[in-house]
C-alpha cells in the first residue's frame, strides 16, 4: 500500500499535497482573512467524502509571529469543501 492509499475511515500518514489537494485546501479557505495559512502537509480519511487534515504554518501579518496548526476541510462528494476546524499545534 503506498503513503497515499487509504482504507475507507482510516486516515492516511500525512504526505505533500497534490494539485488536488491544494486545490481543496484553495476552495475552502477562499474569503478566509487575518491569519494566512500556508499548508505543508495533508493527511485524508476517505468517509461519505473526504476529511483533510492540513498541516500548515500559520502567521499573522504584518507581525512575523509563525506557529503551527492543523486545519480540517470536509469535501462532500457534490459541493465545494469547507473549513470544519482549526487546531493549533
Known sequence: MSETEQLVGGWTKF???TAEDQKV???????FVGVKY???EVSTQLVNGTNYRFKC???MPPAMVIW???VEIYKPING???VVGITRI
Request: hydrophobic share 30%.
Open 15 to 17: 504526505h505533500p499535497l
Open 57 to 59: 504554518e500559520a502567521s
Open 25 to 31: 485546501f484553495d476552495e475552502a479557505m477562499q474569503g
Open 80 to 82: 465545494q469543501p469547507h
Open 38 to 40: 500556508t499548508p505543508q
Open 68 to 70: 503551527q496548526a492543523v
